[in-house]
């Protein structure tokens, strides 16, 4: 099994990342720490549940990067 998650990995970086998902704007902007921005996007219908390539969330990204009003929001 984690045979297959190495070639499936290394074909993924092979083709350019093909099979990403797509961009997640709210994770991006947490991970910024621009609270402005996730407001607008909350404000908009922007899910919660969205990931980025990485899988991560908003609330994730926005710890991660440690902004924690940011997270407070989410």
């Known amino acids: ?9 290394a074909a993924a970086a092979a083709t350019g990342g093909a099979g990403a998902q797509p961009a997640a704007p709210l994770v991006e902007a947490a991970g910024r720490g621009d609270l402005a921005q996730v407001q607008r996007l909350l404000a908009s219908g922007a899910g919660l549940e969205q990931r ?8 994730l990204a926005a710890t991660a990067g440690n902004h924690v009003e940011v997270a407070r929001e989410l």
């Open 52 to 59: 980025d390539a990485n899988g991560r969330t908003a609330v």
């Open 1 to 9: 099994m984690k045979r297959r998650a190495m070639l499936v990995a």
